[in-house]
């Protein structure tokens, strides 16, 4: 029986190769050079359209630590990083051009893997891997709506930054919902000098402005939070930053202006900033958003963004390894799961390909523990409400806490690596799963 794997991306290579070398014969169709999309430049397999950097190769980096998981189960994106890597001091960083011929060659070399030139329009018949990214074409994108219902794929991303719990600051943040309603919020409350200094540097904050492909019209539901104080001093204070029905228990007072966070997971170590979508470049981020009462130390586990991107609402229309419960064969991979990055995106396809092999030889699909970067991840995509969920790439605040608090953060970073390697291996070695040195 033949496979067939759409896209020929990272997560799309990826799964095609965990499949031919499990003996499986896999049909990999890429819609380029036949149709090309509006970020991709040449017909190449794997083409990166965004940065050349694959991140931190650091072990106590999240990025660094799935960048070993990945490695031991034979990614074909870290292979082809080593052969065209550039000095990027810590990070891996590639020739654009050379990385992607790497990717096509690898490919092109395993006999059991064909690739075919031409768009796919609907979900194929038989077991498959749908791994077609965020700039999935308009008639897949509708078949795929059709097999998941209306709310199962989105267009648009507006992303608030999270930062993880220890890094807020407990002498000024106060657990409090409005009216008393929710205790599931930290409150980063501001007098009127501190937000009118904000709402200053907000408006001088520089802006990515994006690529042409990615301009995306502003919904008046998530503006980015730099457009809403362009509007005028009380804009937030009236908005996302209202601080009605919120008494800081401390004084008995209202705060001028707050900035809520709201927990994200269940231990209640990723905390999103309420409302605070933005299109302010990294840096800008980290500077203005540490004048908030609170977090002059945030430890930014994501930032902040805004652009087109299509996503599946994994937690409600997706099983534990990505498929849909009317078609259990044909498992979504890539940032088309939810996944944003470009090695988070290569590790769920290397899983995809693992699992519909698995599924094809009679076995369970297998995810790893939340305890390893991977199997985080994973949990994050099966437990996020789906009401609002949204793309999500590796970050320490995915994997399960420590059972014993550890207050610097590089001592706990280089415990929480050494266990999730630890467990990651010995789940691939309880699964029969070899690992490659």
């Known amino acids: 029986m033949t496979v067939t794997v759409v896209g020929g991306g990272l997560a799309g290579c990826e799964a095609a190769l965990q499949l031919a070398q499990r003996g499986h014969e896999v049909r990999l169709l890429e819609m380029r050079p036949v149709r090309n999309t509006e970020a991709h430049q040449t017909g190449d397999l794997g083409e990166l359209v965004c940065t050349n950097s694959f991140k931190s190769e650091g072990p106590e980096n999240a990025h660094g630590q799935l960048k070993r998981e990945m490695r031991v189960l034979g990614s074909v994106l870290l292979r082809s990083a080593d052969q065209s890597r550039v000095a990027a001091g810590s990070a891996l960083a590639v020739d654009r051009s050379l990385f992607s011929q790497a990717m096509t060659a690898a490919v092109e070399a395993e006999a059991r893997v064909r690739v075919v030139r031409g768009e796919c329009t609907e979900l194929p018949e038989g077991p498959a891997i749908i791994a077609t990214g965020p700039l999935t074409s308009d008639a897949l994108s509708g078949a795929i709506q059709t097999v998941l219902g209306d709310g199962g794929l989105a267009f648009f991303d507006a992303i608030a930054p999270i930062v993880h719990r220890d890094s807020v600051d407990e002498s000024v943040v106060f657990e409090a919902g409005r009216f008393d309603e929710d205790s599931d919020y930290l409150n980063c409350p501001m007098n009127e000098e501190e937000y009118v200094a904000f709402i200053d540097a907000l408006n001088s904050g520089q802006a990515y402005e994006g690529h042409d492909w990615e301009t995306v019209p502003y919904f008046e539901g998530c503006l980015p939070v730099e457009v809403m104080a362009s509007r005028g001093l009380d804009t937030l204070r009236f908005g996302p930053m209202k ?103 290569a590790a769920s396809g290397i899983l995809a390909g693992i699992n519909l092999a698995r599924l094809l030889d009679g076995e369970d699909a297998i995810v790893p523990p939340a305890t390893t970067m991977i199997g985080g991840l994973f949990q994050y995509l099966r437990e996020a409400k789906p009401g609002r969920f949204q793309p999500m790439n590796s970050n320490w605040g995915l994997v399960e806490p420590l059972q014993e608090r550890i207050k610097g953060k590089k001592q706990r970073r280089q415990m929480l690596a050494a266990r999730a390697q630890e467990h990651f291996l010995a789940w691939m070695g309880g699964h029969g799963l070899r690992a490659v040195s």
């Open 243 to 345: 601080p009605i029905g919120l008494t800081d228990p401390r004084t008995g007072d209202r705060p001028w202006a707050v900035v809520q966070l709201r927990r994200e997971d269940r231990a209640g170590q990723m905390w999103n900033m309420v409302g605070f979508q933005t299109r302010l470049r990294v840096g800008e981020q980290r500077r203005i958003f540490a004048m908030i009462p609170g977090l002059a130390d945030a430890e930014f586990l994501r930032v902040g963004s805004i652009h087109r991107n299509s996503y599946l609402n994994f937690p409600e229309r997706l099983s534990s390894y990505g498929a849909p419960a009317s078609r259990p064969d044909v498992i979504f991979a890539g940032q088309l799961t939810g996944v944003e990055g470009y090695t988070e995106s």
